[in-house]
């Protein structure tokens, strides 16, 4: 679906990242403080086929706007993604009872917090592969595991861990805290105490017709 959203931002004559929510098919940006002064850059435009950093921009004239392209200090789209993840790498695992695993800075939580965790991908220690348990946090670096019945789970008697593996903590949420946008830059900007109109656009299709 195909959206557009208008931001009004009063310029500090410096560049600036604009959080849009989403990343830009097509930029439009009106000067309107300057709009009326000769020889000045007031109206821009970029799209996503366009060199980021560009921007084709109309200068106000006497009697007419004449265009030129900007190759420096115009847009930039960005997109910062900060995503909290439920995955951490394993390096170690105990035979022991019960069985702790190994995954520096895990980040899943404070000693004791218990969750579910699934493990995957370990090589030696096969037999705790693709089986949920009931773990139990030891410190920043390890976690226990008890079978979904409570019992620590003894693999003592399993294969010798020989390395990696990916532990997936099934009760942590995911969530996508990262922001996207636009730089705005100099050329875009203007003078200090500048209005600018800013247009991003979302579009529903690119098309090579080609």
């Not at 410096?14 to 002064?37: C, P």
Request: a negative charge; aromatic letters at 8%.
């Amino acid at each position: 679906m195909a959206y557009t959203k208008t931001i009004w931002l009063k310029s500090t004559g410096a560049a600036r990242n604009v959080d849009v929510g989403f990343v830009s098919d097509r930029i439009d940006a009106i000067n309107h403080t300057e709009y009326g002064t000769d020889s000045k850059k007031v109206v821009h435009h970029w799209n996503k086929e366009m060199t980021a950093g560009y921007a084709l921009t109309d200068l106000a004239e006497d009697n007419a706007i004449n265009k030129e392209i900007t190759t420096t200090n115009g847009f930039t789209p960005y997109n910062a993604t900060d995503v909290t993840t439920n995955q951490a790498t394993v390096s170690g695992a105990s035979a022991a009872s019960p069985c702790v695993i190994t995954a520096t800075a895990h980040g899943f939580g404070a000693a004791g917090t218990v969750f579910k965790v699934k493990l995957k991908d370990i090589v030696g220690m096969t037999e705790i592969n693709n089986v949920i348990y009931s773990a139990t946090i030891v410190d920043a670096n390890s976690f226990s595991l008890k079978t979904l019945q409570g019992n620590n789970l003894d693999s003592s008697a399993f294969t010798a861990y020989s390395s990696g593996g990916v532990a997936l903590a099934l009760d942590l949420v995911v969530e996508n805290e990262g922001v996207a946008g636009v730089t705005l830059g100099t050329v875009i900007v203007g003078a200090a105490a500048s209005w600018i109109e800013l247009q991003c656009h979302l579009d529903d299709d690119f098309v090579n017709i080609g």
